[in-house]
């Protein structure tokens, strides 16, 4: 099945238990538009090379389209109308008063191979192209995989190069709200790099109060990108136990269950990336030689007997050839997508609760919502100010979707799900 289908059979499912007309839902199953270019990159080297870029608006039903841009040689149109479709539904959840908005965009690019330069050139050229396309009130984009504030800087400057001489009635303190993941400096929110990973804390922490759960509990990360690595630190300073983390290249496990000290592993990480400042690579592994036998693969990583599993990286890694083996109690997604519709009918039959996507990560896009918010209205809050709020608008979510998951006897994501229909169908009159 591919990964669009996939994503609509919980949309499908949730219909099942919040009826409404067909119409509708096909309406929900299907992006308003779809945006696909392509253009020309420069090479340091002279050479010319072209790339792809995506953009898809999914539906604006509740506010301007919203969501990341990602960066990856494996962005295709599947992948990109599935992380639209699912930011409809976490804008949604979230409750973001301009949120409804949806749009996820990516270039097919692997940007480990580009120069910093490069990657500058291939962020203002795929900005030139989607200028028409964006805007504070119609699509605002943000970070997504490999994409961040530096990135984000670059767009909104030639965003706003490029709409400078036709009469746009934005005003122009407004322009900024063009994206958000903004560095600071540049009109980005206070907590907005570790919003998605502090967000997916305070989910956690309210559902082992709910499930009575006492910690030291042991988790395994897979991912140390921004959501994983900043997910690994809240919860080492928290009192769980971070057992196992990977990227890339692969994992590292500390079999006594000890867990490490996050502080070294992200110093580490730190130290041996290159490019620093716009993604990390080096690694992981290289701590894990310390810990020798502890050098796992991606793949064992998530069969690890731990009480929390984390996928923090990529799509469709919990699979039905996998599922069977998952030996954690909980599967927290802070991935977009990470656990296919098959894998969730295995691993709901073996009684593992999965706290789905479209809750557990919504943090980044909460944060983004306020960064608008204060460009908008030009203020600028504090970091407390952002925290506490942030994790008022997370409980709020977790709360009502308990609610359902205990109401209709369902499980959390299609509780989720059920919830977000409820809003969209509330803003078209339904
Ligand atoms: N890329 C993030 C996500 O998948 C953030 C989107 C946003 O802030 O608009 O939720």
Redo the contacts with the bound molecule.
């Keep these: 099945m591919n990964i669009f289908d996939s994503a609509l059979l919980r949309l499908k499912k949730a219909a099942k238990y919040y009826h409404l007309p067909d119409w509708f839902i096909k309406q929900l199953s299907t992006p308003e538009r779809t945006i696909e270019f392509n253009f020309l990159l420069k090479r340091d080297s002279g050479k010319i090379e072209m790339r792809r870029g995506y953009r898809v608006q999914y539906n604006n039903l509740l506010g301007p389209y ?3 841009l990602r960066y990856h040689p494996k962005v295709d149109m599947d992948e990109v109308k599935s992380l639209a479709f699912w ?1 409809m539904i ?1 804008n949604a959840v979230a409750d973001i008063p301009f949120g409804g908005g949806k749009g996820k965009g990516g270039i097919e690019v692997d940007p480990r191979s580009l120069s910093e330069k490069e990657l500058e050139r291939l962020t203002r050229q795929f900005t030139k192209e989607l200028a028409p396309n964006i805007g504070p009130f119609m699509d605002v984009p ?3 995989v490999n994409t961040n504030a530096k990135i984000m800087d670059w767009i909104v400057d030639e965003y706003v190069r490029e709409i400078k001489d036709q009469k746009s009635k934005i005003k122009k303190n407004e322009l900024k709200a063009v994206v ?2 903004k560095s600071v400096k540049n009109g980005g929110s206070k907590g907005r790099e570790e919003a998605t990973g502090l967000g997916g804390f305070f989910v956690l922490e309210e559902l082992i109060k709910k499930l009575k759960f006492k910690k030291p509990l042991t988790v395994a990360i897979q991912g140390f990108g921004n959501v994983g690595s900043n997910i690994a630190s809240i919860l080492y300073k928290n009192g769980f136990k971070v057992v196992a983390v990977s990227d890339v290249h692969g994992a590292i496990y500390d079999k006594s269950d000890k867990g490490f000290n996050i502080d070294l592993v992200r110093k580490c990480k730190e130290e041996k990336g290159f490019l620093s400042g716009c993604y990390c690579i080096g690694s992981v592994c290289d701590l894990a030689k310390k810990y020798n036998d502890g050098l796992i693969s991606n793949e064992e990583l998530l069969e690890l007997p731990v009480d929390i599993l984390i996928p923090a990286a990529l799509e469709n890694v919990v699979t039905d050839k996998n599922a069977k083996k998952i030996r954690a109690k909980i599967v927290f997604e802070m991935a ?1 997508g990470p656990t296919t519709a098959e894998a969730d009918e295995i691993l709901n039959k073996k009684g593992i609760m999965v706290l789905p996507d479209v809750l557990c ?1 919504s943090g ?2 909460i944060v ?1 919502y306020f960064e608008w918010l204060q460009n908008i209205k030009g203020q600028k809050w504090s970091l407390a100010k952002v925290n506490k709020s942030l994790q008022k608008k997370m409980k709020e979510s977790f709360e009502e979707i308990w609610k359902i998951h205990k109401e209709k006897k369902v499980n959390f994501r299609t509780a989720a799900y059920i919830l977000a229909l409820q809003r969209l169908a509330h803003k078209a009159g339904l």
């Design positions: 919203k969501g990341g930011m976490k943000a970070p997504d958000t993941g977009n990560n980044g896009v983004s």
